[in-house]
């Protein structure tokens, strides 16, 4: 078919059907680590945050955690960012050299990208270790744990809300000399995660010191237990927004954030209900209720990696873009801090600790506020 007569959906068809995915992944260097390991899981490929969050499968497709699976055009958008038309031709250009070097492409019907999905058995079983976490874990300002590292940072544990609990003794794994796995024992906060509909589906672990000063000294001392749904569209909701209803119809407030302690800090300093988005690409993908009307994004300030990519602004800077299209007054809020030297970022916990709640110029009006 003559390239020049194809639609968008069927030069997307067309990709999928002359690129082999693992000859194009050998020409992205941020993709070596992950071939590498495959099929084991690798830092995030952009990021580089996390060790265990995204993964090459042996049929060429790769998974995220918290986006789901990914094809090769997806991939290639994810790591240059991308918009999908875009990443169509960046992957011709990668692969051929570019489109005026392409010819004979087949359109065939390609498999719609796999939504996320359990056995009923998987999800049983998610969901009987989700509640035997639950049952041996207490609320988060009753745990002497929890309440000695949120001190630590320089929150206030009386200020907790119930969606964060606590456990005395977290099992945890991590790979030992010889591959094989070693058990250990920490405490942990653990944060409910629900997902687009409010529905708990995770804990997210956070392993904390035994003397509540600081994480756990563990390879990885962050781990979202497995999730009984999809995560996309979901966030840990510190608080439940209210939302009021007048002539002109509902309204309502809400604060995001992408950490937890950050979210915390913002929740601590303005009072104003708070979600922590758990990553800044679930943060990109929340759903935001029907009936909030104004969403607060306290952004990370990141500095650039060398693609020019801050992900926490960035990611931030999208979601405002989705939320005004969607009719919601929305802002990006910035630390006032600079990035210090040897520093990845700072966020609104260091503005908290520094400057204090005069930092935050928005605050919750009576009604609204979570402190009281």
Same mark, same amino acid.
């Given at each position: ?188 906060? !653990? %944060?409910?995660?629900?997902?687009? *509909? =409010? ?8 392993? #904390? +010191?035994?003397? &509540? ?120 809020? !910035? %630390?006032?801090?600079?990035?210090? *030297? =040897? ?8 503005? #908290? +600790?520094?400057? &204090? ?16």
């Amino acid at each position: 078919m003559n390239l020049r007569d194809m639609s968008a959906s069927e030069k997307i068809i067309a990709v999928k059907n002359m690129v082999d995915p693992f000859v194009l992944y050998g020409r992205i260097p941020e993709m070596s680590a992950a071939l590498k390991s495959m099929p084991s899981q690798v830092p995030d490929p952009v990021t580089g945050s996390g060790t265990t969050v995204f993964r090459v499968k042996t049929n060429g497709d790769c998974y995220l955690n918290g986006t789901g699976y990914m094809d090769a055009i997806d991939v290639v958008a994810y790591i240059y960012r991308l918009t999908k038309m875009q990443a169509v031709d960046k992957v011709v250009e990668l692969y051929s050299g570019g489109w005026q070097y392409v010819s004979n492409v087949k359109l065939e019907t390609i498999p719609k990208k796999r939504d996320f999905s359990l056995s009923d058995d998987d999800i049983k079983k998610r969901k009987s270790f989700l509640r035997s976490m639950h049952k041996a874990s207490v609320e988060g300002k009753n745990s002497q744990e929890v309440c000695r590292y949120l001190a630590y940072r320089g929150l206030n544990p009386d200020l907790l809300p119930p969606s964060i609990r606590g456990i005395s003794k977290a099992l945890h794994y991590t790979k030992g000399k010889d591959s094989s796995p070693v058990k250990t024992y920490w405490p942990a906060m !653990l %944060p409910i995660y629900h997902n687009a *509909e =409010g529905k708990p589906i995770s804990f997210h672990r956070i392993y #904390l +010191n035994l003397n &509540g000063e600081g994480k756990a000294p563990v390879d990885v001392c962050k781990k979202i237990m497995a999730p009984t749904g999809d995560m996309r569209g979901g966030a840990i909701r510190l608080d439940e927004p209210t939302i009021y209803h007048d002539e002109a119809g509902p309204f309502g407030c809400l604060a995001l954030a992408e950490g937890v302690e950050t979210s915390l800090a913002v929740r601590e300093a303005t009072g104003l209900p708070t979600w922590a988005c758990y990553s800044n690409t679930l943060l990109e993908q929340v759903v935001i209720p029907k009936g909030i009307t104004q969403v607060k994004i306290y952004a990370d300030k990141d500095k650039a990696n060398d693609k020019g990519v801050k992900p926490g602004e960035d990611s931030a800077m999208k979601l405002m873009k989705r939320l005004i299209s969607e009719g919601i007054d929305c802002e990006v809020l !910035l %630390p006032p801090l600079d990035i210090p *030297e =040897g520093s990845k970022g700072v966020d609104w916990l260091d503005v #908290l +600790n520094e400057l &204090g709640t005069r930092a935050f110029r928005f605050k919750a009006s009576a009604a609204i506020d979570v402190r009281k």
